[in-house]
C-alpha cells in the first residue's frame, strides 16, 4: 500500500455521509487507504459507519471505545495503517480529503524524506491572527520554523512515524509531528488547501476565547516540555 490516510471521528455522525462521499475518488486508487477512526464517538457514528462503509471500497474504520483525545485516535489509526506514506486529516469537511492527492504529488516529486503540510488560506481574520501569534510564540520557543501548524492534511513516510515516541494524546500531536520533521532534518513542503465552513456540527476546541485559552495552557505546556527534553 502506498499510502493511508486516516481521519478521527468523534460525534461526527452528520458529517459522515458527506465525508465518505469526498473519499470515494481518493479511495478508488488501489494504491490507497482511508481509516475513519471512531474515537468513542456516543452519537450514531457506529451505526452510521455499519451502514455506509460497505459501499465505499479502500475505506474502513477502527473503533476506540473511549474517547482519549484527538491525537490518541489519530495514532490508533496511524498504527493500523498499512501505507508507505501515512497521515491525517479532519472528518469535519473544514478541509477536502482529496487535498492529500496534492501532497502525493509532492511525494512523488521529491521522495519519501520529506515532510507535507498544508497551508490554509480562507480563514476568518481572527483565527489568522490567532494562529500567527502561536506560529510566532512556537518559532520563537523552539528556535526553529513552526507555521500554521494545525494545517491539514499532514503527511509523512513510515519510516519516520515508527521513530516517534512518547507522542501526545491531544491536539498537541500536530505541534509534535511538525517539531519533529524539523528536528530529523526532513524538508517539509506546504502546499495551500482552501478551509472552508463546517457541513455539520460545531468545533471540538474553537468554539470561544475561553476554548481557545484552554488550548494555549496545553500547547504552551507541552512546548515547554519539548523544549526541556533537549536539555543535556
Not at 8 to 30: G, I
Not at 102 to 111: I, N, V, W
Request: glycine share 8%; with cysteine.
Amino acid at each position: 500500500m502506498r499510502f493511508s490516510l486516516v481521519i478521527p471521528c468523534y460525534n461526527e455522525a452528520a458529517n459522515l455521509p458527506l465525508l465518505l462521499k469526498r473519499c470515494f475518488p481518493l479511495a478508488l486508487r488501489d494504491d490507497v487507504e482511508i481509516i475513519l477512526v471512531d474515537n468513542g464517538s456516543t452519537d450514531d457514528s457506529p451505526q452510521v459507519l455499519a451502514t455506509l462503509l460497505p459501499t465505499c471500497p479502500g475505506c474502513r474504520s477502527i473503533r476506540v471505545d473511549v474517547n482519549q483525545g484527538y491525537g490518541y485516535g489519530i495514532l490508533a489509526g496511524l498504527a493500523a495503517a498499512t501505507g508507505e506514506i501515512v497521515g491525517w486529516t479532519h472528518a469535519d469537511l473544514q478541509t477536502d480529503p482529496q487535498d492529500a492527492l496534492h501532497g502525493l504529488a509532492l511525494f512523488e516529486r521529491h521522495g519519501d524524506g520529506i515532510f507535507v503540510k498544508g497551508r490554509r488560506y480562507g480563514r476568518p481574520l481572527a483565527d489568522v491572527l490567532f494562529t500567527a501569534g502561536m506560529s510566532a510564540f512556537e518559532t520563537l520557543l523552539l528556535a526553529t520554523p513552526l507555521w500554521d501548524i494545525n494545517a491539514q492534511p499532514t503527511m509523512f513516510s513510515r519510516r519516520f512515524f515508527d521513530t516517534w515516541r512518547n507522542a501526545p494524546h491531544d491536539f498537541s500531536l500536530d505541534l509534535y509531528a511538525y517539531y519533529q520533521a524539523r528536528r530529523a532534518g526532513l524538508a517539509v513542503h506546504r502546499f495551500p488547501v482552501r478551509f472552508g465552513e463546517r457541513a455539520h456540527g460545531v468545533s471540538h476546541w474553537n468554539v470561544n476565547w475561553a476554548a481557545k485559552r484552554k488550548f494555549i495552557r496545553r500547547t504552551v505546556d507541552f512546548s515547554l516540555q519539548l523544549k526541556n527534553s533537549l536539555k543535556p
